[in-house]
């Protein structure tokens, strides 16, 4: 049976993030991708080149100039027949919920390693929330234009850090300032590198074959003996690629470059879309939908304020899982049972100025929020169904939030009510007392917030310490028993931002016993809905 033109759109989307550690270049290889998907042009702009940050501004204005601002959140680009779909995974020196969340939304990832460094913390952390869908990586070392270390040894640690094989694809040729080229295992032909080609689409020079006449004069005899001896070295050591395991999450393919002289970028872009999986299936209350379902479905992963001062409204981020969006169209909002009509949906084609008046599975689509969304939330054109697998985490961290003047209640409960539907924070509000009790996972995250409400809601509030160690939502089928613990547990039982019943004990210790003397009654450190 041959695929409908739907589903042939469908099977040309490739929707990924990029993880690293901060540093790594993950900011550096999205401007080149860009620059590939002709979705930005940085030829000119030799006055930022230090920093490489001049390139996202551009971006920035051009996002300001069609009048959207969410800066990078979402890049949509076309790239050879294909429609890759790049969202960016933020939050620096916490592991925050937002990348998470993110991660849920793509089909797979392209992790960047520092070559020099090898791998390193965050990297990890990202990897194991990587695992937990067998979300299928590709593996870019990055910085051969320095002395980095030895690759072997960086392939190395990702198999037995990281504990996924890895398959190299192409090989570096010398490296910092010996660095010549990379070398293409599977196709047998070298990609010579060339300098000062970092802000345009570079030339490809390629020579067929290690062995050819052309190898022997770019390289001299001695360096391709050398190259020839290290590669036989590296196949005895590593494995050969399969397709199925990298789609099973189990083997990554590995490429060489440097994200920052604009070379191995497009040689691992070009095997990219060819192996990266279309949008897959997501999982449901009611099983699984399919990507060429053709009624509509998605998910929102994340709620961004809208940069722009002069829009106040904030954008949720909807994965649409089946179907089209259309401009105008009705859809079902689940979780409040109410159909609302979408005509404004921001969508992310980088480049091209004329509003897009569709979106299809695989794509993401900015909403417009006005207090109604929640993250987790679904949408659907069919039947009532809930998409599963974007959780909130359990704090650890808390504080009680009082206010300088109190005549600004009002403003600071929706302050916090909507930074807590951004995933800014997380808000309990006790059933026994007026406190407002913020909890975080990472400690910059308050910092945020406080500046945030001074400057998005006007209101100055100020932290005290309060007696709440962890949090656990509380879930219980039977109706008299929950009762019964609402009463006599009450002292220590919130509802929090999303109206969810929560447990916040003071200690472990009290959770632990808790626990026990309430064996009917769920207590769980992370909540879906
Ligand atoms: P991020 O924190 O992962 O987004 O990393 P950036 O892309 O901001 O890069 C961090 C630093 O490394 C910047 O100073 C970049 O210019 C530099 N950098 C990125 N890629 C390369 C590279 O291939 N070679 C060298 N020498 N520096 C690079």
Known sequence: MSDTPFQQEVGKRRTFGIISHPDAGKTTITEKLLLFGNA?????????????????????????????????????????????????????????????????AVDSVLMVIDGAKGVEDRTIKLMDVCRLRDTPIFTFINKMDREVRDHIEVLDEIETVLNIKCAPVTWPIGMGKAFKGIYDLMADTIHVFKQGQASVVPDDIQIKGLDSPEALELLGEE????????????????????????????????????????????????????WAPSPLPRGTDLGEVAPDDDKFTGFVFKIQANMDPK?????????????TYSKGMKMKHVRIGKDVKIADAVTFLAGDR????????????????????????TFTMGEDRQFTGIPHFAPELFKRVRLKDPLKMKQLQKGLQQLSEEGATQLFMPLNNNDLILGAVGVLQFDVVQQRLRDEYKVECIYEPVNVNTARWVYCDDERKLEE????GGENLAIDGGGYLTYIAPTRVNLSLTEERWPDIQFRSTREH
């Open 40 to 104: 930005i042009q940085l030829a000119g702009t030799v006055k930022g080149k230090k920093t490489g940050r001049m390139a996202t501004s551009d971006w920035m204005q051009m996002e300001q100039e069609r009048g959207i601002s969410i800066t990078t959140s979402v890049m949509q680009f076309p790239y050879r027949e294909r429609m890759v779909n790049l969202l960016d995974t933020p939050g620096h020196e916490d592991f925050s919920e937002d990348t998470y969340r993110t991660l849920t």
């Open 223 to 274: 360096l391709v003996e050398e190259v020839k001896e290290e590669i036989e070295l590296v196949q005895a050591a590593s494995h050969e690629f399969d397709l199925q395991e990298y789609l099973d999450g189990k083997l990554t393919p590995v490429f060489f470059g440097t994200a920052l002289a604009n070379f191995g970028v497009r040689e691992m872009l070009n095997y990219f879309v060819e």
């Open 311 to 323: 829009h106040r409204d904030r954008i949720a981020f909807m994965r649409i899982c089946s179907g």
């Open 354 to 377: 004329s509003a897009v008046e569709e979106a299809i599975s695989g794509d993401i689509i900015g909403l417009h929020n006005h207090g109604t969304i929640q993250i987790g939330d």
């Open 485 to 488: 613990f609402k009463r006599k």
